[in-house]
């Protein structure tokens, strides 16, 4: 018994240790060096496309992952937009569209493979540097029809430049834009789900409530959403933990909901 109890304690200092190692590469803080697997080839399926980035200053905090990755998977191996393809398998099940479930895309903001799909999806847009080239390139995939969710990001101390420096990238595309506070009232809450009440949204570490605000074309409620933006708020954490017992399953539901919603806007406006 004595050799059974020495063993298991010794089993216990070992997993403190490599949690603890865990921990520190987690939050260190410090880029990983991880190799992003290459995008499958295009076959018309729909994807969901992540959008890429120059991270700025703190941006690689959760596993050294530049800032644009986080929730696509984590050190040492990425898990190929594991929220992406959560949300296709809801989409899946739910709808008609039988999108790309085996696989993700990571695609610039420049590189013309963008126009390939139509909805875009960027993470931390606190950290998001941005070359004119690119704001050229995404301005014009936006003006043309596309459509694009921010998602997890908040004010400093951490989330980089927070909303200033969203906006700011956003008036280098679009000069003048204005961002709308939105309510459940719009389309885009109802396009497959009818959420009728923002309450629903869930949070998972942020404080305080989520904020949703969109980009209109030339400034009109009444014209086309080119931009949907939650935040202080991290929906797609709910999709990217869902299945693991990590989230509650009712939880996950909702903000699948604001997912699906998003993409059959996207797709049909």
């Known amino acids: 018994m004595k050799r059974v109890l020495l063993a298991l304690a010794a089993g216990a200092v070992l997993l403190a240790g ?31 496309a ?46 008609g569209l039988a999108p790309r479930i085996d696989d993700s895309v990571i695609v610039a903001l420049d590189d013309p493979e963008l126009c390939r799909y139509p909805v875009a999806y960027m993470t931390e847009a606190g950290f998001w540097t941005m070359t004119d080239k690119e704001a050229t390139a995404f301005h014009d995939y936006l003006a043309k029809g596309g459509f694009v969710i921010f998602d997890d990001f908040r004010d400093p101390p951490r989330g980089g430049g927070g909303w200033a420096n969203f906006e700011m990238n956003m008036q280098r595309m679009f000069p003048g834009a204005r961002f709308v506070d939105m309510d459940a009232s719009h389309p885009i809450f109802h396009s497959f789900f009818d959420i009728d009440s923002l309450d629903i949204v869930p949070q998972d570490y942020d404080r305080g409530r989520p904020v949703f605000r969109g980009l209109f074309e030339d400034n009109d409620p009444k014209k086309r959403l080119l931009a949907i933006v939650n935040f202080n708020t991290d929906v797609s954490n709910f999709w990217e933990f869902s299945g693991t017992g990590f989230k509650p399953v009712e939880e996950s539901n909702e903000a699948f909901k604001l997912g699906v919603n998003y993409v059959m806007y996207g797709l049909t406006h």
């Open 50 to 95: 992540r959008l890429k980035y120059e991270t700025g200053p703190g941006g690689y905090y959760y596993h050294g992952l530049p800032a644009w990755a986080h929730g696509y998977g984590y050190d040492p191996v990425p898990d190929r937009g594991r929220s992406e393809r959560n949300l296709m398998k809801i989409l899946n099940e739910v709808s």
């Open 18 to 48: 490599t949690t603890a190692l865990a921990q520190r590469r987690r939050f260190s803080g410090a880029p990983a060096p991880i190799a992003f697997p290459a995008n499958p080839a295009y076959d018309g399926r729909f994807t969901l």
